[in-house]
């Protein structure tokens, strides 16, 4: 066995032999590999191995893969969808890595162990060269590093041989640290842990893959993926493989296209439920009736639980709608109970606002003239001035109530307009100003547009609220 001593002066001719030795043993064959890649499964938990076209990714709680569906002159590609629970994953995960271990022997696995052993046997003809005993102990000490974590970065590869390799460098550093020296020996252990080779898991037969999709399809806990995976099954079937029989064929259609037809039927009653509900609860929302809501929400709970929970993505989509119209409804509820609280002084408001809006509206074809700049006579316009004056001094008087303030702005406005396009009017007669003309005509259209809003913004807090 090569020890330290072999590094020491006038015993270095052991050195040759020993890279030699390095070198065959990367060169060699590993015994019994594999020569075709295994492909990889995922193992659901009633002990079905589904082969996958190509790796599974596992996604916050869920399991997603491709399988293949149908005989291997006609596959079809379909992607899955699965709940960690319904996935064995730890020997998913454990017969994955086996696969890459093989796959890597198969391909750069050797070629990799070739470079470790070529690496190591230079650095003992390095270490063979050097005078110096810590410079020697420097140079295997860092070989050593490399081959203590080539096996858990290389899937074990030939775990045994490197194990080997790895006790020649320990016994080899122990004896350079007691010739020069160094009492401290502090060596980084890495377990390495060879994983076991893959189960020998033959391809499914063309009637075993479509079971495989069958057991899928009822692992999913999603209703469209369900149905997918069936209606592959389904399409496979059409084009049957020999070997299947008549009677297997027809179990396996009608079982596919049973599930089919459920989960057809739960989706209508599901989508029934859930216009009907939303329909029902937004009227319901509309009279502002919240208790109406929350029965209908709990009338869609129970049909829920009738219908066997088999939608629930749905059905938390339904309970959020119904719960946004219950929110809806209890806050019309409540605008209309403060409404009501108000309505008798709006109500008062609106008669003591009536004889104001009437005697503003009733000039509409004196302010129509003075828009049209045609008019109306100067003995007109003094009489309407007056009525403006007077009635402005009434509106300073009123007071208006909650929920009624922007009314009264804007008639104030509206009145205030008014006065200013008819003096506006008589200033323009009395200069003969056409520029003034027009800003009359100006005035007086804006009095009319904010007499208008203003009779809109009255009817509208007179009549109870509705949900917007």
Not at 330 to 342: A, F, P, V
Request: glycine fraction near 6%; charged fraction near 25%; proline fraction near 5%.
């Amino acid at each position: 066995m090569f020890t330290a001593s072999a590094l020491r002066p006038g015993r270095v001719l052991v050195l040759p032999l020993l890279c030699v030795t390095l070198q065959a043993a990367g060169n060699a064959s590993l015994a019994g590999a594999r020569e075709d890649a295994v492909s990889l499964r995922v193992f659901l938990r009633d002990g079905t191995a589904v082969p996958t076209y190509g790796e599974f990714a596992l996604v916050g709680d869920r399991v997603i893969f491709s399988m293949a569906v149908g005989a291997s002159n006609a596959e079809r590609l379909q992607v899955v969808n699965l709940p960690v629970s319904s996935v064995d994953l730890a020997r998913t995960e454990q017969y994955a890595t086996a696969v890459r271990a093989a796959q890597y022997a198969a391909t750069s696995g050797e070629a990799d162990y070739a470079a470790l052993t070529a690496g190591v046997a230079r650095a003992l003809s390095r270490a063979a060269a050097t005078k110096s005993a810590l410079e020697r102990l420097q140079i295997i000490e860092e070989a050593r590093g490399i081959v203590a974590t080539w096996s858990r970065d290389h899937y074990a590869y030939r775990a045994s041989d490197v194990r080997q390799i790895l006790a020649l460098l320990d016994e080899t550093v122990s004896d350079l640290r007691a010739e020069a020296g160094v009492n401290q020996f502090d060596l980084n252990l890495v377990a390495t842990v060879e994983p076991p080779p893959p189960s020998a898991l033959a391809k499914p037969t063309p009637a075993e893959a479509i079971e495989q999709v069958l057991r899928v399809a009822r692992a999913s806990d999603v209703a469209a993926d369900r149905v997918a995976l069936m209606q592959a099954a389904v399409r496979a079937l059409e084009s049957p493989s020999p070997g299947m029989s008549r009677d297997w064929l027809k179990r396996t259609r009608d079982v596919a296209n049973e599930v089919i037809a459920a989960e057809m039927r739960t989706d209508r009653a599901y989508r029934d439920l859930a216009r009907t509900a939303v329909a029902r609860s937004l009227m319901a929302a509309l009279r502002a009736d919240p208790q109406g809501v929350e029965e209908i929400r709990d009338e869609v709970r129970r049909r829920d639980q009738r219908l066997g929970g088999k939608r629930p993505d749905e059905m938390a989509a339904l309970i959020t709608a119904l719960q946004n119209h219950l929110d809806a409804a209890r806050g019309l509820r409540l605008t209309r109970d403060r409404w009501r609280l108000q309505f008798p002084a709006l109500s008062d408001y609106e008669k003591l606002v009536r004889s104001p809006m009437q005697q503003l509206a009733g000039a509409g074809a004196s302010f129509d003239a003075i828009k049209r700049l045609s008019g109306p006579d100067p003995e007109v316009l003094a009489r309407l001035r007056d009525r403006l004056v007077r009635t402005n001094q009434v509106m300073t008087r009123i007071t208006p109530p909650a929920g009624a303030g922007g009314v009264h702005a804007t008639l104030t406005s509206a009145r205030q307009l008014a006065l200013c396009a008819v003096e506006t009017r008589v200033r323009a007669i009395q200069t003969g100003d056409l520029q003034v003309a027009w800003d009359a005509s100006s005035a007086a259209t804006g009095a009319m547009m904010l007499l208008a809003q203003a009779r809109a913004q009255l009817l509208a807090v007179l009549r109870p609220p509705e949900l917007k």
